[in-house]
């Protein structure tokens, strides 16, 4: 984020973490951060991964390819370190050696880390539902626009939110750029955030944008 950005997510830190999940965030997760990965092969990114049941669901699907999950909130990242690694010994398990953590913003990882993805998901952004917060929403045209730019060719971002109402203004959003969208006959992908249903529907919508 080289200019101020509006911020698109609420809070950073949430009640106090445990022993362990701290310990992780000091001692583990610095080894888990996106470095020296430009030229790497299949590279998938999950943004606001939450507490990352997707993201270790994707590491295992797609052991060949580098997973990149970016989340500010830290009692996520923490979450995510936790479910990782050994609970004795802090090493990251085998089945999970392909994760990296960008805990932050992803656009200020934009800024630092020219790669292109195969897959970039965003699954149940915050929907900033009122009307004043709708800036705060990140799908907008100009970042859907962005994340065109990051994609390898025959790329997809992968797109599903429970929120009817943001789904309808992410897919309006998607006109005003060049990204072609679809809609997959797609069977719910289970998150926190897919489970929590705030929004009270019946089931997530699911979006492809291509190039
Ligand atoms: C409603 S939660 C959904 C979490 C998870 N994907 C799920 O389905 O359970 C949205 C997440 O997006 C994250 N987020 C919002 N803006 C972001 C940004 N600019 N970069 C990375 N993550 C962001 C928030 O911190 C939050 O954890």
Known sequence: MEKQEIRTFGRRHGKKLSPRKQLLLETVLPA????????????ILEIGFGNGEHVRDLAIRNPE???????????????????ITNESTNEI????????????????????LDAKFNEIW????????????EKRRLLNADFLSV???????????????????YFDW?????????????????????????????????EPKYLILSN
């Open 32 to 43: 888990f951060l996106p470095k020296n990965i430009k030229n790497a092969g299949n590279l």
């Open 65 to 83: 390819s580098i997973i990149i999950g970016a989340e500010p909130f830290m009692n996520g990242v923490a979450a995510l370190l936790s479910a």
């Open 93 to 112: 398990m085998n089945e999970y050696k392909n994760i990296r953590i960008w805990p932050d913003d992803v656009r200020k990882m934009f800024n630092e």
């Open 122 to 133: 965003v699954l149940h952004p915050d929907p900033w539902p009122k009307a004043r917060h």
């Open 147 to 165: 994340l065109g730019t990051k994609l390898m060719p025959n790329g997809q971002i992968i797109i599903g939110t429970d929120h009817w109402e």
């Open 170 to 202: 992410i897919v309006e959003q998607s006109k005003k750029t060049a990204l072609n969208a679809s809609f997959p006959a797609q069977s719910v992908i289970h998150t926190r955030y897919a489970e929590k249903n705030m929004a009270k529907t019946t």
